[in-house]
């Protein structure tokens, strides 16, 4: 399967603080990949250099372009959607407002329509909330307008930083349940950043392990499931 998006020797810096040192990883078309680390391991700072968020050096081909030095407005045009963590959600806007700002730089007007309509088939809450303000709505109806807003962009690659942070079971069991079928039915391509490791592993293909801003593990989801030391250190068995 042939990788969108592939780094070699990425690195990443805040200011003077390097980050990440020289990190190497491919995500395969169509798959979900799963980022795991424990806090400062570099997770979020590795999504922020696929944005070109933060100063970062070394390769990132994204379907044989390359992303280094580019402005992230071009990464987004290019089709890579961000759903940081927080959800960043304009609270001012309504529920729809957010959902056609997710659109701007398309210019197919009937095919953003259609978009809509399946997004709230998809996510029924937010069709029941399309007018009411987004800063009103709950953290998990937060959290699924972050998502739907970043895939009316019709994305290639969807970044997914923390989804699950401070939501209910039942609110993150509905909300992964819809990745996967978002990734089975459209095939768009997933990186997720998540600190709850059993659900990382139960949806993605495959996985990274980083350890202070370097690839300490990687492999398919199920292998590194079955790792011992992933098992105890991360996993809680």
């Keep these: 399967m042939a990788d969108l998006l592939s780094a ?18 491919a995500l395969p078309a169509g798959q979900i990949t799963a980022i795991l680390g424990a806090n400062g391991a570099g997770k979020t700072t590795t999504l922020r250099a696929i944005c070109q968020m933060v100063r970062s050096a070394g390769s990132l081909q994204f379907e044989g372009k390359e992303l280094t030095g580019q402005a992230t407005e071009s990464v987004v045009r290019l089709g890579v959607a961000h759903v ?17 700002l ?34 009103t709505l709950s953290g998990g109806e937060q959290q699924m307008l972050a998502i739907s807003r970043a895939l009316m962009l019709r994305p290639r690659l969807l970044l997914l930083d923390e989804p699950s942070f401070g939501l209910a079971p039942l609110i993150v069991a509905e909300i992964f349940r819809i990745m996967r079928t978002i990734n089975a039915e459209d095939g768009v391509t997933m990186l997720l950043v ?6 990382a592993l139960d949806l993605a293909h495959q996985a990274y392990l980083l350890e202070t801003g370097r690839v300490a593990l990687s492999g398919s989801a199920e292998a590194i499931k079955r790792d011992e030391s992933v098992r105890k250190a991360y996993l809680g068995y």
């Design 102 to 135: 997710g659109a701007y730089t398309r210019s197919n007007k009937a095919e953003m329509v259609h978009d809509l309509e399946r997004t709230y088939t998809r996510f029924p809450r937010l069709a029941e909330r399309r007018h009411q303000q987004a800063g």
């Design 194 to 199: 998540e600190q709850n490791a059993s659900l």
């Design 8 to 25: 070699k020797g990425l690195r990443a810096w805040y200011g003077a603080t390097e980050v990440l040192f020289g990190i190497d990883f």
């Design 84 to 100: 940081p963590d927080g959800r960043g959600t304009f609270a001012e806007l309504s529920t729809e407002e957010n959902l056609r």
